[in-house]
């Protein structure tokens, strides 16, 4: 019999077996629940999220530092000094000299084919731990599958100088440390994603997921800018290295002391927040997982999401990798401009990054779009926009201001990105997302592998000409690569992760029974 107060409601011990039931089918338990603390006033996913961005920010001030810096170790190479319709000449602003900051004894005498290795390298390490990463982090949680990548990457990018030192400036060092640090770094975006899965409810997966991902503009920006002035200051390009390298190694610090792979493990959450992630995040299965191999790789979502990834990651690392280099051979930028310069484009596109994330969430939220429209609406501005103005830049002759705008405006369309194919393996299988980031971002991250050296053998005479040709390759594979996934790509969860969610849902079923409100679990 059910007894309410005069007000007409119910009484205090059924509103405590009411909540004892909700508390039991989210599968958290009720005498643990009553004794949790708030210790911060935000949020924990937020928390979470904030950290999440700044690893991102690290992993790509550390992966990018060398494409700043590198246009500082190299010995300057003579070429034809005939200037033609496809070369810029050197006078700009009256100065008729790029000058160069780093002592000649720290110079040395790579071609362009081998520049061309040494920062392609990276990825070589980068794609080969992807798997083991998202499996770990599916497995043990996310927290120190990244805590620890992070910190290799960041003491290898602080002992880069003394490497090339020792070795007297030798490049087959250089690639080997660059693959060591690429082989940490390779578990970043998979243990990211299984911690958001954990952590992030569907109505705010665009934001909290843009924010997170958003972090490689800033990234790209702070490494570019603030390599730039380090080593303009100081007249020495090993400078870059211990800063990010040091900084790398602090964030590792704060991130095991504030972070846990999931919500139940965390010893500061709130009541409250607990409860609502327990109830938000119903299609997570804390039982050890058996990954669906053959259905994964036999999916067509999933694969139209590895051409879109292939096809952003050829574009982005065009640009994260080289565009540098263009400032300085083409355009003939000092090392100080050059990092200002090149960050521009990746303010841009922070920006259109996060408002595109709230826009996309309210449209979804609305009932405006669905979430495989939606994907797909914000998918495409990232890959036509910057294929369009990308390639416009390299027609716009000499004009520095104006190639910047160009490459602005197309980086800036990229960061729709982040909304539409980048949160999109969280659609698709909530419970295997860790997995399925590392086989995406990893088979994405072969491009990194082809498109420095592919530039750096295109691009030997640094002419305006062979750098076109290189924005028609980036243009194609765009147009290609985003037509595949508008046809075949989705956003809804995939059958293959309903499994576990129907056996979770018949004990969330059974626990809820009347007969069966015992407590089992202890805190």
Same mark, same amino acid.
């Given at each position: 019999?059910?007894?309410?107060?005069?007000?007409?409601?119910?009484?205090?011990?059924?509103?405590?077996?009411?909540?004892?039931?909700?508390?039991?089918?989210?599968?958290?338990?009720?005498?643990?629940?009553?004794?949790?603390?708030?210790?911060?006033?935000?949020?924990?996913?937020?928390?979470?999220?904030?950290?999440?961005?700044?690893?991102?920010?690290?992993?790509?001030?550390?992966?990018?530092?060398?494409?700043?810096?590198?246009?500082?170790?190299?010995?300057?190479?003579?070429?034809?000094?005939?200037?033609?319709?496809?070369?810029?000449?050197?006078?700009?602003?009256?100065?008729?000299?790029?000058?160069?900051?780093?002592?000649?004894?720290?110079?040395?005498?790579?071609?362009?084919?081998?520049?061309?290795?040494?920062?392609?390298?990276?990825?070589?390490?980068?794609?080969?731990?992807?798997?083991?990463?998202?499996?770990?982090?599916?497995?043990?949680?996310?927290?120190?599958?990244?805590?620890?990548?992070?910190?290799?990457?960041?003491?290898?990018?602080?002992?880069? %100088?003394?490497?090339?030192?020792? #070795?007297?400036?030798?490049?087959?060092? $250089? !690639? +080997?440390?660059? *693959?060591?640090?690429?082989? /940490?770094?390779?578990?970043?975006?998979?243990?990211?994603?299984?911690?958001l899965a954990n952590w992030v409810p569907l109505k705010e997966r665009s934001k909290i997921g843009t924010l997170v991902y958003a972090g490689s503009q800033?990234?790209?920006?702070?490494?570019?800018?603030?390599?730039?002035?380090?080593?303009?200051?100081?007249?020495?390009?090993?400078?870059?290295?211990?800063?990010?390298?040091?900084?790398?190694?602090?964030?590792?610090?704060?991130?095991?002391?504030?972070?846990?792979?999931?919500?139940?493990?965390?010893?500061?959450?709130?009541?409250?927040?607990?409860?609502?992630?327990?109830?938000?995040?119903?299609?997570?299965?804390?039982?050890?997982?058996?990954? %669906?191999?053959?259905?994964?790789? #036999?999916?067509?979502?999933?694969?139209? $999401? !590895? +051409?879109?990834? *292939?096809?952003?990651?050829? /574009?982005?690392?065009?640009?994260?990798?080289?565009?540098?280099?263009?400032?300085?051979?083409?355009?003939?930028?000092?090392?100080?401009?050059?990092?200002?310069?090149?960050?521009?484009?990746?303010?841009?596109?922070?920006i259109v990054s996060m408002s595109s994330g709230w826009i996309c969430d309210w449209l979804i939220h609305k009932g405006y779009m669905k979430i495989s429209?939606?994907?797909?609406?914000?998918?495409?501005?990232?890959?036509?926009?910057?294929?369009?103005?990308?390639?416009?830049?390299?027609?716009?002759?000499?004009?520095?201001?104006?190639?910047?705008?160009?490459?602005?405006?197309?980086?800036?369309?990229?960061?729709?990105?982040?909304?539409?194919?980048?949160?999109?393996?969280?659609?698709?299988?909530?419970?295997?997302?860790?997995?399925?980031?590392?086989?995406?971002?990893?088979?994405?991250?072969?491009?990194?592998?082809?498109?420095?050296?592919?530039?750096?053998?295109?691009?030997?005479?640094?002419?305006?000409?062979?750098?076109?040709?290189?924005?028609?390759?980036?243009?194609?594979?765009?147009?290609?690569?985003?037509?595949?996934?508008?046809?075949?790509?989705?956003?809804?969860?995939?059958?293959?992760?309903?499994?576990?969610?129907?056996?979770?849902?018949?004990?969330?079923?059974?626990?809820?029974?009347?007969?069966?409100?015992?407590?089992?679990?202890?805190?």
């Amino acid at each position: 019999m059910v007894c309410y107060s005069e007000q007409g409601k119910k009484t205090t011990a059924e509103k405590d077996i009411s909540e004892s039931s909700r508390l039991l089918a989210i599968g958290l338990d009720p005498e643990c629940h009553k004794n949790t603390t708030t210790v911060f006033l935000i949020p924990q996913r937020y928390i979470l999220g904030i950290m999440g961005f700044l690893a991102v920010v690290n992993a790509y001030t550390m992966r990018v530092v060398l494409s700043v810096a590198i246009t500082e170790m190299v010995q300057s190479i003579n070429h034809n000094q005939t200037i033609d319709s496809t070369t810029c000449p050197y006078e700009f602003q009256g100065n008729s000299t790029t000058p160069r900051t780093s002592s000649s004894a720290n110079l040395y005498p790579w071609t362009s084919k081998q520049q061309g290795l040494i920062l392609s390298s990276f990825y070589w390490g980068y794609v080969i731990t992807h798997i083991p990463g998202g499996m770990i982090a599916e497995r043990f949680g996310g927290k120190y599958a990244l805590g620890l990548g992070m910190l290799c990457t960041a003491i290898f990018t602080f002992i880069t %100088p003394f490497v090339v030192y020792a #070795t007297n400036g030798s490049w087959v060092s $250089l !690639v +080997v440390v660059r *693959i060591l640090e690429g082989l /940490g770094e390779g578990t970043t975006f998979p243990a990211l994603t299984t911690l958001l899965a954990n952590w992030v409810p569907l109505k705010e997966r665009s934001k909290i997921g843009t924010l997170v991902y958003a972090g490689s503009q800033i990234g790209t920006v702070v490494g570019n800018s603030v390599s730039g002035a380090l080593i303009s200051a100081t007249n020495d390009w090993a400078i870059a290295f211990y800063f990010f390298g040091a900084v790398g190694i602090v964030w590792f610090i704060f991130w095991i002391i504030l972070c846990y792979p999931n919500p139940k493990s965390h010893p500061f959450i709130s009541d409250k927040e607990k409860a609502y992630l327990g109830e938000q995040i119903s299609n997570i299965s804390s039982r050890d997982k058996v990954i %669906p191999w053959k259905s994964i790789l #036999t999916s067509p979502p999933i694969w139209a $999401l !590895v +051409v879109a990834q *292939i096809g952003h990651d050829w /574009g982005f690392f065009t640009m994260v990798t080289d565009l540098p280099k263009y400032m300085k051979d083409v355009l003939h930028f000092n090392v100080k401009e050059n990092g200002i310069w090149s960050s521009v484009p990746y303010i841009f596109m922070w920006i259109v990054s996060m408002s595109s994330g709230w826009i996309c969430d309210w449209l979804i939220h609305k009932g405006y779009m669905k979430i495989s429209r939606a994907r797909k609406f914000f998918t495409t501005l990232a890959s036509m926009g910057p294929a369009a103005f990308i390639l416009i830049a390299s027609y716009v002759g000499c004009n520095r201001m104006l190639a910047v705008g160009m490459f602005t405006i197309g980086m800036g369309f990229m960061g729709t990105f982040y909304c539409g194919m980048k949160v999109n393996a969280l659609d698709l299988s909530p419970n295997y997302a860790g997995t399925i980031m590392a086989i995406v971002n990893g088979i994405g991250g072969l491009t990194g592998i082809i498109v420095p050296y592919l530039v750096g053998a295109l691009t030997e005479n640094h002419t305006l000409a062979e750098w076109r040709i290189v924005f028609w390759i980036a243009f194609g594979v765009f147009l290609v690569t985003n037509f595949i996934f508008v046809v075949f790509g989705s956003g809804k969860v995939q059958p293959w992760n309903a499994a576990e969610e129907k056996e979770k849902s018949a004990e969330a079923g059974y626990v809820n029974s009347p007969d069966n409100l015992t407590l089992k679990s202890k805190c």
